[in-house]
C-alpha cells in the first residue's frame, strides 16, 4: 500500500518522513487556503522536497473546463516535473481533461470520487489513480469501505492499471480494512499515521520489558555489555 500525507504544510510532511514510510504528499484547494503561507512560497518548497525525496506530489487545478484543466495540468507539470499527479474532479470537463492530460503524457488521479462507476469511467478512461472519499460517502448513507471494496472488485475485473487512493478517513478501522481489502494507496492526515501504529498492548509489553531489565540492571543499556 502507498502512504501519501495529506496537508499543505511542508514541515508536518517532513516530520511524518522522518519517522514512516511514506510515498508523498497529496493538497487540494482546500488545504492549501488553510496554510498561512502564500501558495507560490508553499509551491517552491514542495519542488525542493521533492527533488530531494524523489517522492510524488498530487496537487489539484482549479479550473471549471476541461481546457482550462489541461492548461493548469501543463503549466503544474512545467514546474514540478515528473514526480507529480495532476488531480481532476469527478464531474463532466474532469473526465474529457483526463483523456487531454494522458495525451500530453501527464500522470492523473480523478478525485471526489464517490461512487463505484466515477471510479470505473475515471479508469476507462486512463486515470493513474481515481480517489475516493470514504467518510463523505458514509455521510451521504452508503458504506464507504464496501464502496472501495467494489471499486477494487471492478478494477480486478478489467484488469485495469488505475490504482484506487483512500482519501477522508474518520477511523483507523476504515483504513485497515481497506489494507485487506488490497486498496493500493491512502492519503492521511499526519496525525492518522501515529494512529494507525498506537496499540496499549504494544505499550505495556515496552514498560514490562524496562522493568524486568532495569530491576536486573538498573540503569545499564544493552550495549554496555558488549565484550571489549
Request: with cysteine; aromatic share 8%.
Amino acid at each position: 500500500m502507498e502512504f501519501y500525507v495529506d496537508i499543505a504544510d511542508i514541515e508536518k510532511i517532513k516530520a511524518v518522513n522522518e519517522r514512516y514510510p511514506i510515498d508523498g504528499f497529496t493538497t487540494n484547494p482546500v488545504i492549501l487556503t488553510r496554510s498561512a503561507r502564500d501558495p507560490k512560497a508553499l509551491f517552491r518548497d514542495y519542488k525542493a522536497y521533492i527533488a530531494e525525496t524523489n517522492q510524488i506530489l498530487f496537487t489539484q487545478v482549479t479550473a471549471h473546463t476541461a481546457e482550462g484543466m489541461v492548461s493548469q495540468a501543463l503549466k503544474l507539470s512545467a514546474f514540478f516535473g515528473d514526480n507529480l499527479v495532476i488531480k481532476l474532479p469527478a464531474v463532466r470537463e474532469g473526465y474529457k481533461a483526463i483523456k487531454l492530460c494522458k495525451s500530453h503524457g501527464l500522470k492523473v488521479c480523478v478525485t471526489m470520487v464517490h461512487s463505484v462507476m466515477q471510479a470505473v469511467m475515471a479508469a476507462q478512461a486512463g486515470a493513474d489513480y481515481a480517489a475516493p472519499y470514504v467518510t463523505h460517502i458514509d455521510n451521504i448513507g452508503a458504506d464507504g469501505v464496501r464502496c472501495v471494496e467494489q471499486m477494487l472488485r471492478c478494477l480486478e475485473f478489467a484488469h485495469s492499471p488505475c490504482k484506487i487512493l483512500g482519501a477522508s478517513f474518520r477511523t483507523v478501522d476504515q483504513i485497515e480494512k481497506l489494507a485487506v481489502a488490497g486498496c493500493h494507496a491512502v492519503t492521511l492526515t499526519p496525525e492518522m499515521f501515529d494512529m494507525l501504529i498506537a496499540h496499549p498492548s504494544t505499550d505495556m509489553s515496552v514498560e514490562s520489558f524496562d522493568r524486568t531489565w532495569n530491576g536486573k540492571f538498573p540503569g545499564r543499556e544493552v550495549t554496555d555489555f558488549l565484550p571489549e
